[in-house]
C-alpha cells in the first residue's frame, strides 16, 4: 500500500483532492492545507481554503459560486450591512455556523488540527485533512499600493492592485502539525495540487522542513497554468505583474530543486519534453466529477 501527502489550496485544489479521495482509501491520503489565508473577522476565525476542501469533500460546496456553501442564504449579511458593518467579505448563514463552532473550540484551548478534525467528522468525511501549521502564519500581499492582507487583496480589493511580491508572517516560528511530520516519515511521494502557487503552495513550502520533505521524496505537481490562463483565481494576472511569464513551464522552474514530474494540460503538449523535469501530458481542466478522478489516476500513475 502507499502512502501520499497531497498539499492544496483553493478552489482547483480542492477539485483534484477530491478525484485523489475516489481513487486512494482514507489510510493511503493525507491532505496538508494550506492556511496563509486564514484571517480574523468579526471576531472568527476564518479558514477559507480549509473550509473549501470541507465542502467539497463533503459534497456541500456551492457550484453556482464556486466557492461557500450550497443552499445558503444570506439573512445574517443583510442585516450586518444595514448595521454598517463590514459586509465586504460574503459569509453565508450556512457558512457562519462551521466558523461560529471552530472559533469557540480555539478559544477553548482546542488546536486547528483538532478543529478541522471535529469538523470533518461532523461532515461525515473520512479521508484525513489538515492545517500545515497550528501556528498562524499570515499571507501578506504586497503591492504598487503598499501590503495587503491577503483577503483584503483577494476578497475586498478584487485582485485588482499590482502585485509586486509576497511575505508569509509567522512562518518562520510555525511547526508543520505532528500528523504531517508522521506521515511523510513513512510516506511514498508528495502531491502538488493545481493550486496558485504564489499564496497556496508557497506558505506550505515556507513552514520549517517541508522544503526538506520535498527535495528528498519523490514529488509529482499538477500545473494550474493551461495555455497561458489560469483557470481559476489570479495566479496568471501575479505572474505577469511579477515580471514571470504565464506559461506551464514558468510553474516548473517556480517548483525547481523538488520537482520530480510534472503534469501539464494537453494544451500544452509542445513544452513535453522540454523542460527540466519529466512532463505527463493529459487533460487537466476539471469540469465534473469524472474529470477529477481521472485526472487524479494519473497523478498516482506518475509515481510509476
Known sequence: MARYLALTGGVGGAKLALGLAHVLD??????????????????????PDLDTLTYTLAGENNTELGWGRQGESWNFLEALEALGGESWFQLGDRDMALHVVRSQMLRN?????????AIAQSFGITHRYVPMSDEPVRTTVHTADGPLSFQHYFVRDRCQPEVTGFDFVGADQA????????WLAQCDGVIVCPSNPFVSVDPILAVPGMRAHLERLPTVAVSPIVAGLAIKGPTAKMMAEL???????????????????????????????????????????MVTLADRIELARTVVRAFD
Request: glycine residues 8%.
Open 26 to 47: 482514507p489510510d493511503e491520503l493525507l491532505i496538508a492545507v494550506n492556511t496563509g489565508d486564514d484571517f480574523e473577522h468579526l471576531g472568527l476565525t476564518i479558514c
Open 175 to 182: 511547526r508543520l502539525i505532528p500528523q504531517i511530520e508522521a
Open 243 to 285: 515580471g514571470v511569464p504565464s506559461t506551464a513551464a514558468a510553474v516548473a522552474r517556480h517548483y525547481a530543486g523538488w520537482l520530480d514530474r510534472f503534469v501539464i494540460d494537453a494544451s500544452d503538449a509542445e513544452l513535453d519534453g522540454t523542460l527540466s523535469v519529466p512532463t505527463v501530458v493529459a487533460p487537466t481542466v
Open 109 to 117: 484551548g482546542a488546536t486547528l488540527t483538532e478543529a478541522t478534525q
